[in-house]
């Protein structure tokens, strides 16, 4: 029966595996309850302390907290509480630690390193394409970790905005959101890329993706407790989609 209790060197194991280097940026997306309690030490903890381990002073570590809120008409408040509901226990943990929050009303990011402050205020008012953060960490060939949630992960939208598939669109909003600094609501246009919403087949299914690259290699996994950690490069999962896209341009899609 497999364990349902991991520990910090079976977590140091896998990392050995993963290629990890100083100065590296990883996105992380995960569903940690799947793998179970830590044997000591808080799992959040745990792993983020370990990888940052990994990546060094140079490195960062991305993790989601998006709110969609500009979309749906709210205003964004990047100091409200991450919903670990929906984003996880891992940036509900980073939240609270103080990690900075990028001020995207779409897709807010939390960032863990010393360049996430400056990397956030770098970048233009749009989620994804060219002066985008997404943009930056495919530039950057960011490794996508994933802890019990497939290959897929929000940078699957920039490749998919660089390859131009033609169930998404660029479009632009707007609405308002809090400045962190002086707690003032502000006015602001922002850029999105997004599907239509009323057509079911649009929707983003990374299933058949994470068959794919694990049978390529490019997708690897290790155990974790109940579950698994795995990585892939997002330039070596970029590489592969420029060409099965070519032939299967809805892959990413449950319309396939």
């Given at each position: 029966?497999?364990?349902?209790?991991?520990?910090?060197?079976?977590?140091?194991?896998?990392?050995?595996?993963?290629?990890?280097?100083?100065?590296?940026?990883?996105?992380?997306?995960?569903?940690?309850?799947?793998?179970?309690?830590?044997?000591?030490?808080?799992?959040?903890?745990?792993?983020?302390?370990?990888?940052?381990?990994?990546?060094?002073?140079?490195?960062?570590?991305?993790?989601?907290?998006?709110?969609?809120?500009?979309?749906?008409?709210?205003?964004?408040?990047?100091?409200?509480?991450?919903?670990?509901?929906?984003?996880?226990?891992?940036?509900?943990?980073?939240?609270?630690?103080?990690?900075?929050?990028?001020?995207?009303?779409?897709?807010?990011?939390?960032?863990?390193?010393?360049?996430?402050?400056?990397?956030?205020?770098?970048?233009?008012?749009?989620?994804?394409?060219?002066?985008?953060?997404?943009?930056?960490?495919?530039?950057?060939?960011?490794?996508?970790?994933?802890?019990?949630?497939?290959?897929?992960?929000?940078?699957?939208?920039?490749?998919?905005?660089?390859?131009?598939?033609?169930?998404?669109?660029?479009?632009?909003?707007?609405?308002?959101?809090?400045?962190?600094?002086?707690?003032?609501?502000?006015?602001?246009?922002?850029?999105?890329?997004?599907?239509?919403?009323?057509?079911?087949?649009?929707?983003?299914?990374?299933?058949?993706?994470?068959?794919?690259?694990?049978?390529?290699?490019i997708w690897k996994k290790w155990r974790l407790g109940k579950g698994y950690i795995a990585v892939a490069s997002a330039g070596e999962v970029f590489d592969f989609l420029v060409q099965e896209i070519k032939t299967d341009p809805r892959?990413?899609?449950?319309?396939?």
């Open positions: 029966m497999t364990n349902s209790r991991w520990t910090e060197s079976e977590l140091e194991k896998s990392l050995d595996q993963m290629d990890l280097h100083d100065g590296d940026f990883v996105f992380i997306h995960s569903n940690l309850g799947i793998s179970g309690s830590c044997e000591r030490g808080i799992p959040e903890e745990v792993i983020l302390r370990t990888i940052k381990a990994r990546v060094g002073a140079e490195g960062c570590i991305f993790l989601p907290a998006f709110t969609y809120s500009i979309g749906q008409g709210q205003v964004f408040n990047p100091l409200l509480m991450v919903d670990k509901a929906t984003m996880g226990a891992l940036s509900g943990y980073a939240f609270q630690e103080k990690s900075p929050r990028s001020n995207d009303p779409m897709f807010s990011v939390i960032g863990i390193g010393t360049q996430a402050v400056d990397i956030f205020a770098s970048q233009l008012n749009r989620s994804f394409g060219k002066g985008s953060l997404f943009s930056l960490l495919l530039e950057k060939q960011v490794k996508m970790i994933s802890i019990n949630t497939g290959a897929g992960g929000t940078i699957i939208h920039e490749m998919e905005n660089v390859l131009a598939v033609p169930y998404r669109f660029e479009k632009t909003f707007e609405g308002r959101r809090i400045d962190p600094v002086t707690s003032r609501v502000e006015d602001v246009t922002w850029t999105s890329y997004v599907r239509d919403l009323s057509d079911p087949s649009s929707e983003a299914d990374f299933l058949e993706l994470t068959k794919r690259l694990y049978a390529k290699e892959l990413l899609t449950k319309d396939r």
